[in-house]
């Protein structure tokens, strides 16, 4: 993929995620923003966002590291779909550690000063239509 803006944005939010440092996380959302936060469950806007990712951090021990694999993005005027390998590692409370590579699927908007947002956030790509 040629470089895109997107990719520095996505690499400062994984960054965010990592440290638990969701009130900076939650300027890369746009108001309105829809999180897939596991098959058949979604939170939209900031607040319930923020609230998940809080919830995200205890079920995952507090050992979330968020990492980025390829990357495609496809961009049409002021919206583009990013295609990407999303590598999520974890430390269970037995200090068991997993490696988890999803195929994610996200959605961003670029707002009228070039700021991209992203509107959905769905980690797990396609693997939605299988649960469903």
């Not at 390998?85 to 997993?98: A, F, W």
Request: with cysteine.
């Amino acid at each position: 993929m040629a470089y895109h803006p997107l990719k520095q944005v996505i690499e400062a939010a994984d960054k965010a995620i990592t440290e638990e440092d969701f009130d900076s996380l939650m300027a890369f959302y746009a108001d309105d923003a829809t999180l897939v936060i596991k098959p058949g469950m979604i939170a939209t806007g900031k607040e319930q966002i923020h609230k998940a990712f809080l919830a995200i951090a205890e079920y995952f021990n507090h050992s979330l590291v968020v990492k980025q694999g390829a990357m495609h993005v496809i961009q049409g005027g002021n919206t583009a779909l990013v295609i990407m390998e999303t590598v999520l590692e974890t430390t269970d409370n037995t200090g068991v550690t997993s490696c988890i590579s999803r195929r994610a699927t996200y959605v961003f908007r670029e707002d009228p000063v070039g700021k991209w947002l992203c509107v959905i956030d769905n980690s797990y790509g396609t693997d939605l239509l299988g649960a469903m």
